[in-house]
Structures are given as C-alpha cells and as structure tokens.
C-alpha cells in the first residue's frame, strides 16, 4: 500500500487551520507513491471537519475517531488511536504539522509504531521507492536532507510551509468513522488557559511583526503591537535580549533559542540581528527591517529597509497599513 | 528524590556554521560547544526540587562524543551528584535509536523525574524526552514552563498555540523544560572544583541500526541582497507601494 495518513488538529470542534497544509504535504507524497491521502481528525463527539473542506486540500477520506476524551488534546489516547489506525491502514508515511501538539503526538507515535521520526521538514520527495525529507537544523543555518529507512516514514511538516491545494485534489473527502482507543492516559490535559483574545502564535502566523531592544523598555512594545493589529493577522514577536530582559513572554522569542518562523512578512523593529535571532527567521518570504543603525546585520538580510527612529516609524507604518485596509 | 537530567552538548549559538568535508555534517573546528540552553532549564529543576525534598540524588546523563564530559562537568559544577555518558560518536540522526540508548540505561533505576531540555538547539528534535517516557511506559508532559510537584503528583504547564495548557500527572515521571520554568545558576567557583572531583561513568551507548540517515548537509541558500528604502517616516509610503506592488504580501 503506498496510502498517506495526516495527522489533522482541532480546536473547539473546528479542524485548525494548519491541518489543510498537514494534509497537503501528505497529498504530495500520496501523488509520488501511487496512493490515496486519509486525513485523521480526533475530536469529542460533535466534531466537524467539513468547515476545513479537507478534500480541497488534498484528502480522498476523512477519518473521524469521536469520544469525550477528545475534546482538549489526549496526549496518550490520542497516540493510541492515531498507532492503532496506522497499524490498520498499513500507511506508506504518516504525516504530522510540527505544532505545539504535533511535537508533542509525533514522539509518542513514532515509539508506538517503532519507527523513527523526521521533525520541522519544509521539503518532501520519494526517491527509490523511499521518503527523503529537507530539514532546517540549528534553527536554519543549514539544511538537512535525510532518508527515512522506515514504514511507516513518520514525519512532521513546519508550518506555513506547504500549500494546501497544490497537489491533485482528494476524492471529495468523504468522511468514515473509526474508532477511538481511549482509557489509558497518563497524563490529562484539564483545560487551556487561553492567551489574550486573538492572539497569533508567531510559528504560524503569516505576518510577523518583532521588536528587540531598540523599543527601549516594554512600556513601548504597544507600537509592536499596535503595528500586529493593523495588520489584521500578525503576530508580536521578540529578540532574545528583550525575552531575557522579561519584557516580553519567551513564547515570542525568535530565534534559536526560541522559535524559527517562515512567516509571509516579517518585519524586524529595533533588531540589530544577532547571528541566532537571523537562523530563526530567515526562511521569511519578505523581510522588512526599521532600525536606526544603518550598519546593523539585520539590513543584510532584509529586503526592504528604513534607517530611523522606530517610534516616529512604526506609528506611521501603523497609520497608512489601515488606510489601504480601510480601502 | 531521585532525578535523571539527559543533557546534549551543542555548538553554541552565535557559531556561524560550516559544513564538514563529509558533506553530511558539521566542521566542528574551532567551533564552541555548550550546554544546550533549555537543557540548562531541566538541570536547575532538578537541583530544586531535590533540594526541596531535603537531598537525593542527581544522575546527569548524556550520549554523545567524549567531550561531551566537559559539558557534563557544567552541570556537575551547577549541583549535580554524578555523571553517565554514553559514548557515540557521531550522534545519530535517528531520534528513536537514542531514545532506546538511554532509556535501556535509565529503566530500572528508580527516579521519580527524568527532566530533559524540550529540544536541543542543533538538530531541532524536540523528540527524545517524549520517545523515552513511551519506551519506559512513563507519564509524559513535554515543553513545560510551570510546574507544581505536591505529594507524588504533578501540575505542569505548557504552551500551546494561542494558550497554556495545564496537565495532570503522577510521577515517577518524564518532562521536557522550556524556558520560563526557571532561572539557571551560573556555576560558583567552589562548585567548579568540586566537580572535578565528582564520578563520571563511561561505557559505550547500546544503538541499534539507525533507520533515519543524513544524506546531506547544506548551508541555506543566500538571501538576496535588500536595500534601504528611505529615512525616516517618510520612506513609509515608498515601502508600502514595494510591499503591494514588488513583493506583493500586502
């Protein structure tokens, strides 16, 4: 059998946005191997993939293992579910979003299974009849290709990173109930506390806005984020001096001690660009850069770039962005 | 209380990387190796609550080359009792295969916690913690940023996309340590003489046939070179129009 298994995510229901490009990536290797995609959602009875038209982005079935457990993330009875549905489908691959919750399934999956696992790949192929997955490592600063000697090859995909709808489209994703296999946590997620309200994660946000220690102080990290809000959809990342100096959460620290982006836009406020905050994000389509040392690293990198005074800048930036978005 | 910290020695990350004559790994020459940074997370945990308990025993275990002794003689030097290494030389790109290195080494040993960095910042697994904790039929919490142990059970917390998940757990137990969980001693003068002293056990790492190998190591392609639209608020507008109409992400 050369069938894929994607390994979908959902939030309240709601199959998340990421788990399209899971399924897309999948989509591609089913295209190179021969086979058919099964996109695999686990949720409390309820739960409802066609808001995510998974078939769109590349899935011939939907798989639906629902039960109570499943309502917040079931670290072990998910792995459970997921090894037992990949024993049955004797899957080529198995293909996970390397997200807060993929990390943390893949290596429980993999130890079930047996089988090793490729993280953060950004680039699949099947060469000889195996998965040959392109992994950034130390946070990007060079690139790994490695060979997955394994069946399933069991890898997880970095978000913002494949495409959903590239591939060849599913089969209209119809949707097939499997069973859940539950009873054996030991640990238990009892609720998640939520971040403020619509707050973006900056691994899978589309645009990035950052601010480091040219912002002087966090009294003045309104402008990063006022600038995040214009934009619509942006989410407020740090430099590690500022996550260090405890002016910002660490889960906004870029870089390799913090988390590597390939965002659509990133734009970099007050960032000098020390060599581990530049592997973190220089896989951004579009790099923008305000500073007001017009020698800092962070212009090597940038495409675009102003030299000045970040608090007469950003406001400004802010002011026109909302305009165009006004119309 | 009985605690097992594994630990990874890893280029320090202002190396600008080089890529060996292999072609598949990195020119280690010149280049400084330390402690992984959010291994540093697990190994002040650790010494806290085993202070906490009243004492106990730290074991720091690591799997990699030799030199990785020196790394181990930091966390040695910041409190840990003694030290195991498990040699291979080079680590393997198959997470799995030391996953089973190291949990062969640790079953059987009577910890209450196994800690862990929640990834090491060279190869970006975020995967051995959690491989282990399965292979030792273990509880697991991965990426942990709070944390709260009280009469053999656990409350941890950690980030998720858009919150914080709070976790319910028993020990004994095996967590991976994020930032924010604590705040890392530097390594006192005193503690650096007697880590000298304290025992380091050797002995070759139990690897099975790795099934991931590295094919090729590359250094990312060179961003082109950008340019600087303008001065000051007034290059605004000028970036605008690139932003729309040259790169086209707004």
Request: proline share 5%; net charge neutral.
């Amino acid at each position: 059998m050369a069938n894929v298994l994607a390994v979908c995510e959902q939030k309240e229901g709601q199959v998340r946005k990421v788990s399209r490009e899971t399924v897309a990536a999948a989509r591609g290797l089913a295209d190179a191997l021969g086979g058919s995609v099964d996109a695999i959602v686990l949720g409390a009875p309820g739960v409802d993939p066609a808001g995510a038209n998974l078939g769109a982005a590349g899935a011939d079935r939907v798989l639906v293992a629902a039960d109570p457990s499943f309502a917040l993330y079931a670290p072990d009875d998910s792995a459970a579910t997921i090894a037992a549905q990949a024993k049955v489908g004797d899957y080529a691959a198995v293909v996970l979003a390397a997200t807060a919750t993929g990390r943390d399934l893949g290596p429980r999956l993999a130890a079930r299974l047996d089988v090793p696992l490729a993280t953060d790949v950004t680039g699949l192929a099947v060469e000889g009849g195996k998965v040959v997955a392109t992994r950034p490592v130390y946070a990007g600063k060079a690139i790994q290709t490695v060979v997955v000697e394994a069946r399933p090859a069991l890898v997880s995909v970095r978000p913002n990173t494949f495409t959903a709808g590239t591939g060849a489209q599913g089969h209209g994703g119809t949707v097939v109930s499997v069973q859940a296999v539950t009873g054996a946590a030991r640990v238990v997620v009892k609720e998640v506390k939520a971040a403020e309200q619509g707050a973006l994660d900056v691994a899978e946000a589309s645009i990035v806005v950052s601010g480091g220690r040219g912002m002087k102080g966090p009294e003045h990290f309104h402008l990063i984020e006022e600038l995040a809000k214009a934009f619509g959809t942006a989410a407020v990342g740090a430099s590690r001096a500022v996550v260090d100096a405890g002016w910002r959460p660490h889960g906004e620290q870029v870089g390799q001690t913090g988390k590597t982006v390939s965002p659509q836009l990133y734009v970099a406020v007050g960032i000098s660009g020390a060599i581990q905050h530049l592997a973190g994000m220089r896989t951004a389509k579009v790099i923008v850069a305000i500073n007001k040392d017009k020698d800092a690293p962070i212009f090597k990198v940038a495409d675009y770039g102003i030299v000045g005074d970040a608090f007469e800048i950003v406001p400004r930036l802010a002011e026109e962005i909302r305009k165009i978005r006004a119309g | 209380m009985k605690i097992a910290v594994c630990i990874k020695r890893v280029p320090d990350t202002e190396t600008r990387i080089r890529i060996g004559g292999d072609g598949t790994s990195v020119d280690e020459a010149g280049v400084k190796f330390i402690l992984n940074p959010y291994d540093e997370f697990a190994v002040e945990e650790a010494l806290q609550r085993r202070d906490k308990a009243g004492g106990g025993d730290v074991v720091v275990l690591s799997l990699g080359a030799d030199a990785a002794q020196e790394t181990m003689r930091t966390a040695l030097a910041m409190g840990c009792d003694r030290g195991v290494l498990l040699q291979a030389s080079p680590i393997p790109a198959d997470g799995l295969a030391v996953a089973k290195a190291i949990a062969a080494e640790l079953k059987g040993g009577g910890f209450d916690l196994i800690l862990f960095g929640k990834m090491a910042v060279d190869d970006y697994n975020h995967q051995v913690g959690p491989m282990v904790a399965e292979l030792l039929g273990l509880p697991c919490v991965t990426s942990v940023a709070h944390l709260e142990l009280e009469g053999g059970k656990g409350t941890a917390e950690r980030e998720v996309e858009g919150g914080m998940e709070v976790v319910e757990f028993a020990m004994p137990a095996v967590l991976t340590c994020d930032k924010g969980l604590n705040t890392p001693r530097y390594p006192a003068l005193k503690g650096i003489m007697a880590a000298k002293k304290k025992p380091i056990e050797v002995k070759p790492a139990q690897l099975g046939a790795p099934r991931i190998t590295v094919k090729a190591l590359a250094l990312p392609p060179e961003r082109k070179e950008g340019r600087i639209v303008g001065e000051g608020p007034d290059a605004v507008p000028e970036l605008l129009r690139l932003l729309r109409e040259e790169a086209k992400v707004l």
